[in-house]
């Protein structure tokens, strides 16, 4: 049996998103890809990290898999291209 990912309701329409269920707030995201990567804070029901913006450089695509990748949490997911 699989376990259902809950992606975040904030999370741009694309290949990467956040399992809202996983994320712990650890920011490594967001350092890691600050152009692509935004935390949430404000509701209880709605909160973590979040893709705000798929990557469109080269940079980006790559900082982007660098994060996913790194997640100590396993909360950020590729759906290929």
């Known amino acids: 049996m699989s376990e259902e990912i809950r992606k975040h309701p904030l999370n741009a329409k694309g290949k990467y998103y956040v ?3 996983n ?4 920011a490594a995201c967001i350092d890691t890809a600050p152009n692509n990567f935004n935390l949430k804070e404000e509701e209880l029901y709605d909160f973590g990290a979040y893709v705000f913006k798929q990557p469109e450089t080269l940079e980006e695509k790559d900082l982007c898999e660098e994060a996913y990748m790194c997640c ?4 950020i997911h590729n759906d290929g291209e």
């Open 19 to 21: 399992d809202q269920d």
């Open 72 to 75: 100590p949490h396993e909360a």
């Open 23 to 26: 994320c712990t707030w650890c």
